[in-house]
């Protein structure tokens, strides 16, 4: 197989992966990106940061928001958590490269820029929440 060939795999598995911790099957999902990680490494090629950002990198559990994946902003810093293993991640907010990936992981700045915003307005509405107890 080609580099191009096995990173495409790979990118396939990471996908795959997602869509199978999105039907709660979070064990055969970490196989899946144990394999592409596995591709990767032996191919010695490197997966673009938007899919090495879509799983947690100490479990390799698929970070899908509300399920396995925390977000939070806080003064503009966004803090991923993951709920399977409790690892955090922050990303500045404000930096639009350090963004690049986070947001379901689908490629363009456009839906990257909406999933954002969409996360900054639930942060909002779970602090009022907070609040109002
Ligand atoms: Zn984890």
Redesign the pocket.
């Known amino acids: 197989m080609t580099k191009r060939a096995i990173l495409e795999r790979s990118e396939e598995l990471i996908d795959l992966a997602y869509q199978t911790a999105l039907e709660g099957n979070l064990d055969l999902s970490r196989k899946y990106v144990k394999l592409a990680l596995a591709y990767s490494s032996k191919a010695r090629i490197k997966l673009p940061v938007s899919y090495k950002r879509r799983f ?1 990198r ?2 390799l ?1 698929p970070l899908v928001p509300g399920l396995t994946e925390r977000r939070r902003i806080r003064s503009k810093i966004l803090i991923r958590t ?1 709920l ?4 955090i991640r922050r990303y500045d907010t404000r930096d639009a490269k350090k963004l690049k990936g986070i947001g379901g992981g689908r490629r363009g700045k456009d839906r990257e820029e909406r999933v954002h915003s969409r996360d900054e307005r639930g942060d909002k509405q779970a602090l009022k929440g907070s609040q109002s107890r």
């Open positions: 947690c100490v479990c559990t993951c399977v293993c409790g690892w």
